[in-house]
């Protein structure tokens, strides 16, 4: 069993970054694809990057691609998420959320632990 624990969101103005961490606790960490997804008020929740068990492997939701990067350090258990050129459409919360298994998915249903999320917020 994996837990997550999202931070570093905050208030940013448009064209700023961000840096997400997502830490998570268990001795299986390694063996699990780990993605992010984002909910904005009054929308679905939405996948936005996937990076795979090793970090041999990302995927991006076509609106971040060139601006946000996912990575990880399985020695620190932990998932990072940095965001650069932030828009006000980025605003969301933002959760990690864990998949154990070895088919890539960007379907939340198919991800078995998820974090509480960390507010994201870009406006002037």
């Known amino acids: 069993q994996v837990q997550v624990v999202e931070s570093g969101g905050g208030l940013v103005q448009p064209g700023g970054s961000l840096r997400l961490l997502c830490a998570a606790s268990g001795r299986t960490f390694s063996s699990y694809a780990m993605g992010w997804f984002r909910q904005a008020p009054g929308k679905e929740r939405e996948f936005t990057a996937y990076?795979?068990?090793?970090?041999?492997?990302?995927y991006y939701t076509n609106s971040v691609k060139g601006r946000f990067t996912i990575s990880r350090d399985n020695a620190k258990n932990t998932v990072y998420l940095q965001m650069n050129s932030l828009k006000p459409e980025d605003t969301a919360v933002y959760y990690c959320?864990?998949?154990?298994?070895?088919?890539?998915?960007?379907?939340?249903?198919?991800?078995?632990?998820w974090g509480q999320g960390t507010q994201v917020t870009v406006s002037s």
């Open positions: 990076i795979n068990w090793n970090g041999g492997a990302t």
């Open positions: 959320a864990a998949q154990n298994t070895v088919v890539v998915s960007f379907d939340g249903n198919d991800y078995s632990y």
